[in-house]
């Protein structure tokens, strides 16, 4: 559980908010790309792939991927 509180940015795909973690408090970066903007760039796989390889990757000047979550 999220609350969303402000935006940070946008970029070509979508938007970037500032997000709290109801329960801890951890501050996060939410990133919304809507699905209808990876259809029509036909970057469904392309994004997929992204998500699983930076889901492996942990490093002190990355950022990491907490999590992933669709819906429709």
């Known amino acids: 559980m ?3 509180c402000k935006k940070l940015g946008e970029g070509r795909f ?3 908010f500032m997000v709290i973690h109801k329960y801890t408090g951890a501050i996060f970066a939410l990133k919304c790309i ?3 903007t ?3 760039h036909m970057m469904i796989d392309q994004f997929a ?3 699983r390889l930076q889901a ?3 490093h002190s000047n990355l950022v990491s ?3 992933v979550f669709d819906d429709q």
């Open 65 to 67: 991927v907490y999590a």
């Open 56 to 58: 492996g990757i942990y």
């Open 38 to 40: 990876l259809k029509q």
């Open 34 to 36: 809507p699905k209808a």
């Open 49 to 51: 792939l992204e998500v």
């Open 14 to 16: 979508g938007n970037v």
């Open 2 to 4: 999220k609350k969303i």
